[in-house]
């Protein structure tokens, strides 16, 4: 797909922090990323990382309290998000940046049916009438491939397949043509054939509206079939960032390494799946160092000792790793890591 280099979205050092009992938890820390018009940028790590609430911090919808913004900038169309008024934010969210959530039963209201809960976004957001609105939830239904719209409009959500459910998330969604689509997971606990038509209607409908789309997910699969660049997340912060065949096809992050050395493979014997050894560090008390080091086969001291930058190794490719830095070559190179 060809994307239009102009920026939509700019991440800038953003921070999201929870102030708890146990102390202050920082959940995201410090992440940059750009999202152009047209584009699909892939945000991928395992649970707990800081994904979710990346997507969240951009709509402003972290619980608060103990959540809050805790630093950093998040530029749509050159307004900061983080600073703006909440009745300005109110506008944008839900208008022109959508998101899919991630569990479609706990995102739609159990006693409404789903055509009237599409409806009511429209009236809010595009000040429809009462019966355009409900011809155009109508319309959305059918452009997401739900069969017998009209029936459908009239049901509620437990009426519903999982499969549905989603395409009126996607419906809802997309009802006021978003300038920016966040997708949180959008195929999780569907069963392989009705994923990929999720995700090729995404696709579609990305192509036909000309929107940018955040897709955050865990499925390496779903980044290769979507995803024009990804970042790569891990433990709050960015790791890796390039477009995505760099990233299938020569990862420079051990974390990303790993990640692709755990999935099967069809072409190779495999008596059992590679898996990256230890945990991911408390939110509550991270590391000096790299936040990956008690777990990388590479480590030097200097990983334990000091952090490293997020580097750019080349147009759109960054990297926050020491193996990547002069400094690198004064470490002892031993066979064996250090403990």
Request: proline residues 6%; glycine residues 8%.
């Amino acid at each position: 797909m060809h994307v239009k280099q102009e920026p939509i979205l700019e991440v800038n050092e953003l921070k999201t922090h929870f102030n708890t009992k146990r102390g202050i938890s920082k959940a995201v820390d410090g992440i940059d990323f750009v999202l152009h018009k047209g584009e699909t940028l892939g945000i991928v790590g395992e649970s707990g990382c800081g994904k979710s609430m990346t997507s969240l911090s951009i709509l402003r919808l972290i619980p608060s309290p103990p959540g809050k913004i805790a630093g950093g900038s998040i530029l749509y169309k050159g307004k900061d998000l983080v600073t703006i008024s909440e009745d300005e934010m109110r506008k944008i969210r839900g208008n022109e940046i959508s998101m899919i959530f991630q569990e479609p039963m706990t995102s739609l209201n159990p006693v409404i049916t789903v055509g009237e809960q599409i409806a009511e976004a429209l009236r809010l957001h595009q000040k429809m009438g009462k019966k355009d609105a409900w011809n155009k939830a109508v319309e959305m239904l059918k452009l997401v491939g739900i069969p017998s719209p009209e029936k459908r409009a009239k049901q509620e959500p437990f009426q519903l397949s999982g499969g549905m459910r989603q395409r009126v998330m996607i419906a809802m969604a997309l009802a006021c043509n978003p300038e920016i689509l966040i997708a949180d997971e959008p195929t999780t606990a569907l069963d392989v054939t009705i994923q990929a038509q999720i995700l090729e209607l995404i696709k579609e409908l990305q192509i036909k509206l000309g929107m940018g789309v955040i897709m955050i997910t865990h499925d390496l699969g779903v980044v290769s079939e979507t995803c024009d660049n990804v970042a790569v997340m891990y433990a709050g912060n960015i790791v890796e960032h390039a477009p995505t065949d760099k990233i299938f096809s020569n990862p420079l992050h051990p974390y990303t390494q790993g990640l692709l050395n755990s999935l099967p493979k069809i072409h190779e014997d495999m008596d059992e799946l590679e898996t990256i050894e230890g945990t991911v560090p408390s939110p509550y008390n991270m590391p000096e160092g790299c936040r990956f080091a008690s777990r990388c086969p590479f480590r030097q001291p200097l990983c334990i000792q000091k952090k490293p930058d997020l580097i750019e190794l080349d147009k759109n490719v960054k990297v926050r790793c020491w193996k990547y830095t002069d400094l690198w070559e004064d470490q002892p190179q031993k066979e064996e890591v250090v403990k």
